[in-house]
C-alpha cells in the first residue's frame, strides 16, 4: 500500500503561490491521488484529484509527474482563509470491482498564510 | 443540502462507559465512512459501507468498536467500553458512488469524543 509523506509545516504570504508537495514512492498503477483541505474543527472538504500530468480547476492545480511517484498541489494566490491543514490521499484500489479499497491519508502539511 | 450531519458534537464519558455517535449522510449518497482523527495518528479510516453493507472493516482497531448501517440514512459508530486512549475526533463522510476510488467524500463536522 503507498504511504505518503508531506512536510509538516509551509508559510506563505498573501497572494504568492503556494507549491505543496507530496511523496509516494511506492504507488501503484491504479492508484489516484486525492488532496483535501481541513480548516480547525471542520472535517477535511475535497479539493482536486487526479491520476497523472496536470488537472486544474477552479481553485488549485494539481502536477504528478511521469513516474507518479510524487505529486505537488499547486495554490494561486493565497489568502489569509487559505490557511489550513492540506491532506494527500493515495486511494489504493485492492479489486478491480471497486467493491475493496483502502484510503491512506498523509500526515497533513499545515500552511500558514501572513499578511 | 443539509451536509453530512453527526450527533453529538462533544461527547464526554468515563471509562468504561458505551459510546454511541451517529451519523446521517447525505441524502442519495450509497457510500458511507468513519474516520478517526488524533494528533498522534492524523486521520485514520475505521470502516466503510457501500449500499448499506460493511466493506472494510480492517481499520476498526479492536473488538470495543462495532458499527451499523441499518438503513441509507443512518449509521452508528459504537465503543464498548470505552477507554481514555479512544479520545479523538470522529468524522463521518459519505460519497455518491460506489467507488471508492475515485468519489469525492463529503465530510461531517465531526464528534469530539474525550473519555476521562
Known amino acids: ?115 | 443540502d443539509a451536509g453530512v450531519i453527526q450527533s453529538p458534537r462533544h461527547e464526554v464519558t468515563e471509562m468504561g462507559q458505551e459510546v454511541t455517535l451517529r451519523c446521517k449522510p447525505i441524502s442519495g449518497h450509497n457510500s458511507l465512512f468513519w474516520y478517526r482523527q488524533t494528533m498522534m495518528r492524523g486521520l485514520e479510516l475505521l470502516i466503510y459501507f457501500n449500499n448499506n453493507v460493511p466493506i472494510d472493516d480492517s481499520g476498526m482497531p479492536e473488538d470495543r468498536f462495532s458499527a451499523k448501517m441499518p438503513n441509507a440514512s443512518f449509521s452508528t459508530l459504537k465503543i464498548q467500553p470505552s477507554e481514555p486512549r479512544d479520545s479523538a475526533v470522529y468524522f463521518c463522510a459519505s460519497s455518491k458512488g460506489p467507488s471508492v476510488l475515485t468519489d469525492t467524500q463529503y465530510f461531517g463536522p465531526g464528534t469530539r469524543l474525550t473519555v476521562l
Open chain 1, 1 to 115: 500500500l503507498a504511504k505518503t509523506t508531506q512536510p509538516i509545516s509551509m508559510d506563505s504570504y498573501e497572494g504568492q503561490e503556494v507549491n505543496i508537495t507530496c511523496s509516494h514512492n511506492n504507488i501503484a498503477t491504479n492508484d489516484y491521488i486525492t488532496w483535501y483541505q481541513q480548516f480547525p474543527s471542520q472535517g477535511p472538504r475535497f479539493i482536486i484529484q487526479g491520476y497523472k500530468t496536470k488537472v486544474t480547476n477552479e481553485v488549485a492545480s494539481l502536477f504528478i509527474p511521469a513516474d507518479r511517484k510524487s505529486s505537488t498541489l499547486s495554490l494561486p494566490r493565497v489568502s489569509l482563509s487559505d490557511t489550513a491543514v492540506y491532506y494527500c490521499l493515495v486511494t489504493t484500489v485492492l479489486d478491480y470491482g471497486g467493491a475493496t479499497n483502502k484510503l491512506i491519508f498523509g500526515t497533513g502539511t499545515l500552511l500558514a498564510v501572513q499578511p
